[in-house]
């Protein structure tokens, strides 16, 4: 990515109408005049600017009214046509949307146009009579006040196609657990039942939560994180998980994820504390009264499934125990790909050969590592070269240790579930 996405500012109003303007005769023409999109922008309406070493190169603007967003206009300066700037605009306004409670979000097109493609894409849906986009977001009202209570919100659109590497994982869950959620009439054709329910098992850092909260985006669906911690803070936990559970079953729609799940389910034995296995217990019941819902999906997520109760992993409650491991050479060469933005003097195979047992979550330490000694270098290279990433490499250590990946593979024989 060789861009910066920020909001709107008022000494950006030059530039911006400038491209605006300049760019109505490339296909990026719109419904709404320049001096309605002048208004909006004088207007404070929602607005994103994507520049690149200074230069604004791309800008996103809305105007809302009451519960609904129109896209107004996205721009492109010609040079970066192509390149995925269109659809990180988007992405950038609709978070914003989002946050401001906006229900939904149109785009009217003057014409079919290569645009209404990466509209499609991108969730919207082309109404009949005019090239009507629209995206359909969470109700504003009760439902998105209990949303709220519960510290749940709609993730931003496009975080699927945003996991890097991983491929195989990301295969098998497309066609598990994303597809029949997605398309139940399908499902119903083939007497496939959609999931309601899945473990994620693997060492720390290997993107459990990402996979999470990329379905969740995927599917359009509200994402609500139960912290074990948190709910431990009421005092009794137990009872939190139930509250939790009975406010979570008003919501139409949501995934909701439970991150180190053994801290709530561990395994039980003659020595397990009285409070701990009263809370196991909950969850066990809490279970298969959520799995009686329509539009619903518990995602569990847990760094030692040996540590589980066994009663707790059975499959009338989980539909998959799906295995979340370190990346291999290909999703190495991926992940090393996003993070130097595609540059050809970057040398992919020497960092791949160097991260070897390195988790996404290390490699992204890493690129960090290595772009802020490009930063302070500040030569007239564009971002880090490969020896700033071998360097960033050899001052980190892999979260995983062979011992750590031995054990792993014995409990995907032990109890993996695809």
């Known amino acids: 990515m060789n861009w910066l996405i920020h909001d709107y500012r008022e000494d950006d109003l030059a530039s911006v109408v400038h491209l605006i303007d300049t760019t109505a005769d490339l296909g990026q023409e719109s419904v709404f ?42 721009a492109i300066a010609p040079a970066w046509r192509g390149r995925g700037l269109a659809s990180a605009l988007l992405m950038e306004l609709e978070r914003r949307l989002v946050e401001a409670r906006v229900h939904r979000i149109a785009y009217v097109l003057a014409e079919e146009e290569m645009l209404g493609e990466g509209l499609r894409k991108a969730g919207y849906t082309r109404r009949p009579a005019v090239a009507y986009f629209e995206k359909t977001e969470p109700a504003t ?39 029949p959620l997605a398309e139940p009439e399908r499902a119903a054709r083939h007497d496939v039942i959609p999931p309601r329910a899945i473990t994620l098992f693997g060492p720390p850092g290997t993107g459990k939560t990402t996979f999470a909260r990329a379905i969740a985006s995927r599917l359009g669906w509200p994402f609500v994180e139960l912290l074990p911690s948190r709910l431990a803070d ?20 949501v995934l909701v994820f439970i991150d180190e799940v053994e801290e709530i389910a561990p395994v039980r034995s003659a020595g397990t504390d009285s409070a701990m296995y009263g809370v ?38 989980f539909d998959y125990l799906i295995p979340i491991g370190t990346p291999d050479a290909t999703a190495r060469a991926a992940i090393w790909s996003r993070y130097s933005a595609g540059r050809n ?3 992919l195979d020497a960092l791949v050969e160097a991260s070897e047992l390195f988790t996404p979550a290390d490699i992204e330490h890493a690129a960090r590592i290595a772009s802020q000694a490009a930063f302070e ?20 250590r892999p979260t995983v240790t062979p011992a750590a990946i031995a054990e792993f593979n014995a409990d995907i024989t032990t109890h993996a579930r695809l």
């Open 33 to 74: 005049s320049l001096a309605e999109c002048i208004s909006a922008l004088t207007s404070r309406q929602p607005a994103v600017v994507a520049v690149h070493r200074g230069e604004p190169i791309g800008t996103a603007l809305a105007h809302v009214s009451g519960g609904r967003a129109w896209v107004m206009r996205i």
């Open 345 to 347: 003097t970057v040398d």
């Open 234 to 253: 009421e005092g009794n936990l137990a009872a939190a998980l139930r509250s939790a559970f009975a406010r979570i079953s008003e919501l139409e729609r």
């Open 280 to 317: 196991t217990n909950e969850l066990l019941k809490l279970i298969p009264g959520f799995r009686e819902r329509d539009e619903r999906l518990l995602v569990c997520a847990t760094n030692s499934i040996r540590s589980l109760d066994p009663a707790f992993l059975r499959p009338g409650r």
């Open 141 to 179: 009202g009760t439902t998105a006040n209990l949303l709220e209570e519960l510290g749940g919100r709609l993730l931003s659109g496009g975080l699927w196609d945003r996991v890097a590497g991983m491929e195989s994982e990301k295969n098998l869950i497309e066609r598990r657990i994303v597809l």
């Open 377 to 396: 270098r500040d030569s007239a290279d564009a971002g880090a070269h490969t020896g700033d990433y071998l360097s960033a490499l050899r001052q980190c």
